[in-house]
């Protein structure tokens, strides 16, 4: 057995018997000792000793090296285990495990997949075994349902760890001023269980929508033209609720990032919102802000022109702030920045902040940034300096961070970098990457990929790139995931589960 590097310190050792060596014979001396025999024979038993005792370690040598790789091998398949979002082993022909009509994806956790579907109302599959396990609205339900999860402070997939969804009809999101008799239902479905509780009645058509510490935060017109916003607790009910003056929206207030459009002309000034969440406050136009605790109106804190945002934590305490949307340019608009515990600046940043929710947490001492010019820069979190830049990352997006390499995939294939030092590892060109998702069992990259016969599921190998297996998919599926131990194809037909 051959293993790499071994030869490089090692002696050959030939053995052999004198007595069996050719030469010329001795002279008969029957009285006479024959002392060189006698050495040649003690010489050739040395020799054999030596040689067994060589043979020996090697052997030894070899047994503690494979025991040494076999428990560094399951050291690693047992942390590779902990991570939910790493698929079991996957080796082809893939096994078709279950299969359900599309949608998309609403909500997801460990064990729930939550589908929407206009055509067949909202379900939830067991990602085990595919069993619907309950299911909201009917046939051609106009009802859309989304997670009820404050995508401010996770860091993970903003729909993996919710326990309800909120479904309301899509006609309560209109723009003008509602008539008197308009009511919007909105119901909240426990995402384990399917039960619904303290649903909630707008009386007026919603502008905005938001999550708040698990609550509901709505923003709506009435009849009254006033506006309206009701935090609401899905367990419990209304927490509080605020109503302004007659007539403030006369047309209906309008979110600049969505309805600008909207509003034709001549046909007055509708109020502007300028929504934000701000030092514990909820900020609604440039002169009105509530108290996201009691409702009470406050003085309004300063929001970026950006009026959509998050804040993601940082492992010292510090925390990223972005902000993004339309400016009132009708240009988009991307603005991040590092504060301290404290709340003070530590840098601004220029790009937007990408997190990683599939990481194995080797990417903790890295802030990965997407710069305006289309690359990836690698910042160190305390001071804001570039630890490394990637320009040839353009048209690509990060999946996952596993053992120090993350994952990128897009126009240009598939490439991993560094994510200490943003040095390429490999770059796999072929591939034509059917969208900007991957997955992993730890040992390859799964991508889908459409060479024009139909689309195909791609595996290359996690450290050389290398590609290992292809094998054609079923059908046309627009989302790669996983859950249940399966790989997940979800698309407008089929949801299909592999392994």
Do not use: K
Not at 382 to 403: H, I, K, N, Y
């Amino acid at each position: 057995m051959h293993r790499r590097g071994w030869a490089d310190g090692l002696v050959e050792v030939e053995l052999w018997e004198a007595a069996d060596s050719p030469g010329p014979e001795a002279p008969d001396a029957p009285d006479a000792p024959d002392v060189t025999d006698d050495r040649d024979r003690r010489r050739a038993r040395t020799l054999r000793w030596v040689g067994l005792a060589v043979a020996a370690g090697l052997v030894v040598t070899m047994v503690s090296m494979t025991a040494i790789d076999a428990r560094r091998d399951a050291a690693r398949a047992a942390d590779l285990a902990e991570l939910a979002w790493v698929l079991p082993p996957l080796e082809p022909p893939l096994t078709e495990v279950w299969r359900s009509p599309g949608g998309w994806t609403v909500a997801q956790t460990a064990d729930v997949m939550v589908v929407g579907g206009h055509e067949r109302g909202t379900r939830a599959l067991d990602l085990t075994s595919g069993e619907v396990l309950w299911t909201y609205g009917g046939t051609g339900s106009e009802v859309d349902c989304a997670a009820l999860l404050d995508y401010r402070e996770v860091r993970i997939d903003e729909s993996s760890d919710a326990e309800f969804v909120y479904c309301a009809s899509i006609v309560g999101y209109e723009v003008g001023t509602p008539t008197p008799e308009v009511a919007v239902p909105v119901d909240f479905v426990e995402i384990a269980t399917g039960a619904q509780s303290a649903p909630l009645v707008v009386d007026g058509f919603v502008v905005m929508t938001d999550v708040v510490d698990g609550d509901l935060l709505v923003t709506y017109v009435d009849a009254s033209a006033a506006l309206r916003v009701v935090r609401w607790d899905p367990r419990s009910g209304e927490v509080w609720s605020y109503r302004s003056a007659p007539g403030l929206a006369p047309d209906g207030a309008v979110v600049d990032f969505f309805a600008l459009e909207a509003v034709e002309p001549g046909a007055g000034d509708p109020t502007r919102l300028s929504y934000g969440i701000a030092d514990g406050a909820v900020r609604l136009t440039d002169e009105i802000a509530l108290d996201l605790t009691t409702g009470e109106q406050v003085p309004v804190p300063a929001v970026a022109a950006a009026p959509f945002g998050y804040v993601q934590p940082l492992a010292d305490g510090g925390s990223v702030e972005v902000r993004y949307g339309m400016s009132s340019t009708r240009e988009w608009s991307e603005a991040g920045r590092v504060l301290n515990s404290d709340g003070s600046l530590r840098f601004e940043i220029e790009g937007s902040p990408w997190f990683a929710w599939q990481t194995d947490g080797s990417d903790a001492d890295v802030l990965t940034v997407f710069r305006p010019d289309g690359g990836i820069a690698g910042l160190d979190p305390g001071t804001g300096e570039s630890r490394w830049t990637a320009a040839e990352t353009a048209g690509m997006a990060p999946t996952f961070v596993l053992e120090g390499v993350q994952v990128l995939v897009g126009s240009r294939g598939v490439i991993a970098l560094g994510v200490g030092d943003g040095v390429q590892r490999w770059h796999a060109e072929d591939p034509a990457v059917w969208n900007g998702m991957a997955a992993t069992d730890g040992t390859v990259v799964l991508v889908q990929s459409d060479g024009g016969a139909g689309q195909e599921l791609v595996a290359l190998d996690l450290r050389t790139g290398v590609e290992a297996w292809r094998t054609a998919l079923p059908g046309s599926y627009w989302q790669i995931s996983h859950g249940g131990g399966n790989l997940l194809l979800v698309g407008d037909e089929e949801i299909v589960a592999l392994r």
